[in-house]
């Protein structure tokens, strides 16, 4: 369906709706709440500092105060139902006097005051005469370019009758297996009655996405009868070539390792495993002596990052060892120009065995994967089913190695890593020396000041923001990568401060990022794009912007970013809008080091078995980002059925959804 079918959509809504990845009805369908307001909440305004919603009657008009050009604030007086009187309060939003006024019914989403000060500052708000009738949950969607909350809301909803929503299982097959088809679920999901039917609809939508997961284990676990052809010789060899030219001892645990590659390389079937090892384990070496051991056998091997300054990098470093073991190294990637892609290609399938790095144009299909012995994927536990297969497919005896940092939790890691067998790197090579800080907006000004004398002394410190563009969250002005690098230019310098982000292009994000690495620029604006493997060496300071709107997860990556060189290095999260159970998290962050139990903990606090716990403020939290096991194990129930009766290569092949429905992780 297309976005202008849809009623209230035209040109302009179109292009806003582009910009944040929305090109169909179906798309739009699947732009999911993230939050849902309990409107049966009994709350009442209380001086306790709280997060709570509240319903109210406006007893007064909005008045606007203005106090400097860049900072005024609206308020009105309301009564609660228990005919409490107390100010609600909106920050920076004039349109507020016009939108409201006295006798109107609103739902008010916010914090109290806890100053006796008798006020109420909301963070989002409706208007009982905008919600139909009989609504208990009220879906709350993550505004973006100016498109307020009604008209999401509405047009979301439009988007959501009409669309068709493709399952890729057989029709007879889902009306067996389901109560709830795929299409109900999705619809209920935007407009659930009850906290019970979102969770049956958001169990049918995670069993849609698990569903292609257990198909690819199953692929594995039958791939390791077959019989493979590559026959490596040399892996001790090059293993102590290698020694005698690292300016480094390997640690006991990348020892390890590289013992359990070596009997999967040596063993007759092919090895499908997972190398699991905490940022700043030194997985990158193990895999480049897997790299050597595999071309000097005179095989192909193909090493592919998410990134291309990742693939640089490891490009970059490979460069160093294999000249000097006399192998060959190519980089391919997105950006490489047409002629210089041509005789990569030409190299890599001709007969001189090489190293192949670079992103997914690896896989493209005119490069011959019949003579490579080897595939590594780094930093990608998302990586698509599909493009697994597809290597599969292509060769189905390729030893294939991922290498992960993202912790999964135990109970989870079955629905990721099923099939694969897990290595271990546990010890880093250096204690790291990090100290977390939790920043409140008024000690911001002392943190820069920090940071300032740091970056005298040569630090240099990356800045990570949630949002590029300030229209991107409505709720976070001020706090995106664009507004923080005015910020900074004009607090710093402009010949200091750079800035990086997924809008750019590729070249000129890279470009940032090796002027970061290699000259006197001292501060990285960006988002997350730095989270995977960027390893800059005297980078020592993180400042993590508004921690509540990443998973702890997402932190940990972002904290392993610094230090690397072993020095003492630090983490601010500036938090501006910390509710408690954020806060909570963010605590936990502080004090903890150690990404297993990081990850556990985010499992756990955001509710594996009870997703959709409500809080005792009338909002559910975070319910689309985790898979329940009872829910896997449903999934996996139902895949056995799906076998006895169908081929399910065909089932899969149709999986339309695969691209958009890949399930959230903890990030
Ligand atoms: P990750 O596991 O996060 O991918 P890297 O492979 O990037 O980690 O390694 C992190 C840093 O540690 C790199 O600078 C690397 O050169 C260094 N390193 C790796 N192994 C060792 C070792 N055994 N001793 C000292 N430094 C090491
Ligand atoms: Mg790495």
Not at 261 to 272: A, E, L, T
Request: charged share 25%; hydrophobic share 35%; aromatic share 10%.
């Amino acid at each position: 369906m297309e976005l202008k079918d849809i009623k209230g959509i035209g040109e302009k809504r179109i292009q806003i709706l582009k910009n944040k990845g929305i090109n169909s009805g179906e798309d739009l369908a699947m732009y999911f709440p993230k939050t849902y307001y309990d409107l049966n909440s009994k709350e009442t305004f209380k001086e306790d500092g709280k997060y709570k919603l509240i319903n109210c009657e406006v007893t007064g008009d909005v008045k606007l105060v203005r106090i400097k050009k860049t900072f005024n604030y609206s308020y009105a007086e309301c009564t609660d139902i228990e005919n409490n009187s107390f100010k609600a309060v909106w920050y920076n939003q004039p349109y507020i006097k016009n939108a409201i006024k006295t006798g109107d019914k609103l739902y008010l989403y916010g914090k109290n005051s806890n100053t006796k000060h008798n006020y109420f500052v909301v963070s989002s708000f409706r208007n009982h005469n905008k919600i139909q009738e009989g609504t208990n949950l009220l879906p709350v969607y993550r505004t973006f370019g100016g498109l307020g909350q009604t008209t999401l809301s509405s047009i979301i909803n439009d988007a959501v009758q009409e669309i068709e929503t493709p399952t890729y299982l057989p029709e007879f097959f889902e009306e067996k297996q389901f109560t709830l088809s795929l299409k109900k679920a999705i619809k209920t999901i935007h407009s659930p009655n009850s906290l019970e039917e979102l969770h049956s609809a958001k169990e049918r939508l995670d069993i849609e996405n698990i569903l292609p997961y257990i198909k690819i284990s199953e692929d594995l676990k039958n791939n390791k009868n077959l019989k493979k052809q590559q026959k490596y010789v040399n892996f001790d060899d090059i293993y102590n070539k290698f020694c005698d030219f690292l300016p480094y001892k390997l640690t006991d645990s990348q020892l390890e390792v590289l013992s359990d590659i070596k009997k999967d390389f040596y063993s007759s079937s092919p090895m499908n495993r997972l190398v699991q090892g905490d940022v700043g384990t030194g997985k990158t070496i193990v895999a480049l002596i897997t790299c050597a051991v595999c071309v000097k056998s005179g095989y192909n091997a193909v090493l592919i990052a998410p990134t291309e300054i990742l693939a640089k990098q490891h490009y970059q470093e490979a460069t160093n060892y294999f000249n000097q073991l006399g192998l060959n190294v190519l980089f391919l990637s997105s950006s490489t120009k047409a002629k210089e892609r041509k005789e990569i290609v030409s190299i890599f399938n001709s007969l001189e065995p090489t190293l192949l790095i670079g992103t997914h144009s690896c896989l493209s299909d005119d490069l011959d994967m019949s003579r490579t012995g080897l595939l590594i994927i780094d930093e990608q536990h998302r990586f698509g089913v599909k493009q697994r297969s597809a290597i599969l497919d292509k060769n189905s005896t390729i030893d294939f190695l991922m290498l992960s940092a993202t912790p999964i939790p135990r109970s989870m890691s079955i629905v990721y890593y099923g099939g694969l067998d897990v290595s271990l790197l546990n010890n880093p090579p250096k204690e790291k020396q990090i100290q977390t800080n939790i920043v409140s907006p008024q000690k911001e000004n002392d943190m820069w000041n920090f940071i300032e004398n740091k970056i005298q002394d040569g630090s240099k410190v990356y800045v990570v923001c949630a949002n590029i563009d300030d229209n991107d969250d409505d709720f976070y002005q001020g706090l995106s990568v664009k507004s923080m690098y005015d910020k900074l230019c004009k607090r710093f310098s402009k010949d200091i401060v750079l800035m990086a982000h997924g809008k750019q292009d590729g070249e000129t994000e890279n470009k940032t990022l090796s002027l970061f690495r290699n000259s006197d620029y001292k501060i990285l604006v960006s988002t997350t794009i730095i989270e995977v493997g960027v390893d800059v060496k005297n980078a020592d300071i993180m400042v993590i912007v508004s921690p509540e709107k990443f998973g702890l997860a997402t932190m940990h990556q972002l904290r392993g970013r610094v230090g690397r060189a072993g020095q003492q290095a630090y983490c601010f999260c500036l938090s501006q809008n910390i509710s408690e159970k954020s806060a909570d998290r963010i605590l936990f962050f502080k004090e903890n080091l150690n990404g297993f139990d990081i990850a556990e903990f985010d499992y756990k606090s955001r509710g594996s078995g009870n997703l959709l716990g409500t809080t005792q403020h009338g909002k559910t939290e975070d319910i689309f980002e985790l898979i329940s096991l009872n829910t896997f194990n449903k999934a996996k129930d139902i895949y056995e059925k799906l076998k006895e009766e169908y081929n399910t290569d065909e089932v899969f092949e149709k999986s339309l959804l695969f691209n958009k429905l890949s399930f959230k992780t903890l990030n």
